[in-house]
Antibody, heavy 117, light 107 residues
C-alpha cells in the first residue's frame, strides 16, 4: 500500500527556515516524480516544487531561490527545505506522488506551516 | 500561466440525484485535465485523469468529458460520501494549476 507521511511543519517567524519531510512506503521515491503542493483558504491549491526521477527539480516562481526540493534514497524520503520564509508561505503543505503524466495520484495527510511574528 | 475557472462555486444537490460540475481553462490544454475531490480535514484524492479516465478504485458514477478549454465532471446518483469540494487541475504546461473548487453540499 502506498503511504506518504509528512512532518516538520510548525510556527516560524518571517525570515526563518523549516525543513519538511515526507516519508514514503509502498513505492520507491527515486523512481517517481514527487511533488510538494500547498493549500490555503485564500489561494486554494498551489503546486510548489517537483523533483524528477532523474533528480532534476524546479519550483514555482514565488519560491525560487528560497525553497529546495530533495530526496534521500536510503530513507525513501522527500524533503522541502524552506528558507527566508514569508507570511504568504503559510499553508498546509502536502507531498504527492506523480502518476499518469502530470497528475498527483497519492497524497500525504499534510503538515501546517505558519509564518508569523 | 494557465488559469482554471470552475463553476458553480457551490452546488446543492439531494442524495440520489446527479450533478454536473464545469471547469474552463484559459488556454487549450488538450485532455491534460484531472479532477480531485477533497473532504474536510483530508488531502485531495484523484478521481479522473486525461479528462475522462477514472483513477484506480473510483466508482463508475464519476465520469469526465471535454477537451481543449471546456471540461465537465458528472456524478450520477450522489452518495453521502460524495459531498465534498471538487477541483480540476491542468497538466498541459508548468506551472500546473488548479481551479478554485466547487463545493458540493447536501440540499
Amino acid at each position: 500500500e502506498v503511504q506518504l507521511v509528512e512532518s516538520g511543519g510548525g510556527l516560524v517567524q518571517p525570515g526563518g527556515s523549516l525543513r519538511l519531510s515526507c516519508a514514503a512506503s509502498g513505492f520507491i521515491v527515486s523512481s517517481n516524480y514527487m511533488h510538494w503542493i500547498r493549500q490555503t483558504p485564500e489561494k486554494g491549491l498551489e503546486w510548489v516544487s517537483t523533483i524528477y526521477s532523474d533528480g532534476g527539480s524546479f519550483h514555482t516562481d514565488s519560491v525560487k531561490g528560497r525553497f529546495t526540493i530533495s530526496r534521500d534514497i536510503s530513507k525513501n524520503t522527500l524533503y522541502l527545505e524552506m528558507n527566508s520564509l514569508r507570511t504568504e508561505d503559510t499553508a498546509v503543505y502536502y507531498c504527492a506522488r506523480g502518476i499518469y503524466g502530470g497528475t498527483f495520484g497519492n497524497w500525504g495527510q499534510g503538515t501546517l506551516v505558519s509564518v508569523s511574528s | 500561466e494557465i488559469v482554471m475557472t470552475q463553476s458553480p462555486a457551490t452546488l446543492s444537490v439531494s442524495p440520489g440525484d446527479g450533478a454536473t460540475l464545469s471547469c474552463r481553462a484559459s488556454q487549450r490544454i488538450s485532455t491534460n485535465l484531472a479532477w480531485y475531490h477533497q473532504k474536510p480535514g483530508q488531502a485531495p484524492r484523484l478521481l479522473i485523469y486525461g479528462a475522462s479516465t477514472r483513477a484506480t478504485g473510483i466508482p463508475a458514477r464519476f465520469s469526465g468529458s471535454g477537451s481543449g478549454t471546456e471540461f465537465t465532471l458528472t456524478i450520477s446518483s450522489l452518495q453521502s460520501e460524495d459531498f465534498a469540494v471538487f477541483y480540476c487541475q491542468q497538466y498541459q504546461s508548468w506551472p500546473y494549476s488548479f481551479g478554485q473548487g466547487t463545493k458540493l453540499d447536501i440540499k
